[in-house]
């Protein structure tokens, strides 16, 4: 092969992969159309109740080192006695919810309605799946005698953890109100702003159970 065919073989080389889009250009695309810095997901309303919530989570947090600072033994010997394997399976389930709202946004946002719902309601199987195994989790803590006034370190558990409950309870009424709207026809690809918002409420309760299981069940 004479050199000046080398030089033409690899210009065209060049020239065909300079052509080629990037093949992550299309994830990168959808990624940030959903998360455009320069736009405020969800609306000023369920920010508004975002904040109080986290201000809430703040405050327990606090009352956990100011417990823990005054009773270090109660502090040490509780996580000892909690089920981690529970708390270790919510927090994956959590993760994986958190995981089916982003599938369920970016399936409307294709155009693909029946497979954001699909995705929304595992969304919601989840936070059930979640709320069964607390439950059962503070039946096994009965039976060993683990109660709300065993000691501070219990007080602190029961509390934080029955009011992140709740709000597991009230993030599933959020994402079912989301799903009968697409049902309905009102939510779409170009507009869905409440599936936004009660998204964003949804990945605060993760947020926040994140930094609730390491102190109550790992942190020693």
């Known amino acids: 092969m004479s050199t000046s065919d080398s030089h ?17 250009s299309v994830p990168q695309d959808r990624l940030k159309q959903a998360f455009d810095p320069k736009v405020i997901p969800g609306n000023p309303a369920i920010w508004v109740g975002i904040f109080s919530e ?14 823990r600072a005054h009773y270090p033994e109660e502090f040490l010997e509780g996580p000892l006695q909690l089920h981690t394997t529970a708390g270790t399976i919510n927090t994956l389930v959590l993760i994986t919810s958190s995981f089916f709202v982003v599938k369920g946004i970016f399936s409307l946002r294709d155009g693909k309605p029946d497979a954001a719902i699909r995705w929304l309601w595992g969304t919601v199987g989840a ?47 959020g994402i079912i109100w989301a799903i009968t709207q697409i049902k309905s026809g009102r939510y779409d690809a170009q507009n869905h702003s409440g599936l936004i918002a009660a998204a964003c409420y949804w990945h605060m309760i993760d947020l926040a159970w994140i930094m609730i299981f390491p ?3 790992v942190l020693r």
Request: no cysteine; hydrophobic share 45%.
């Open 8 to 24: 033409l073989r690899d210009s065209t080389l060049a020239l065909d992969l300079s052509s080629e889009s990037p093949p992550e």
């Open 54 to 67: 986290l201000t809430e989570f703040g405050i327990f947090f606090v009352i956990y080192f100011i417990a």
């Open 127 to 173: 936070g059930i799946l979640y709320l069964i195994i607390k439950y059962w989790e503070y039946e096994w803590n009965v039976d060993k005698g683990i109660e709300v006034n065993s000691n501070n370190f219990f007080a602190v558990y029961y509390y934080t953890t029955f009011n992140h409950m709740l709000h597991v309870g009230w993030g599933s009424g």
């Open 215 to 217: 102190l109550l069940y």
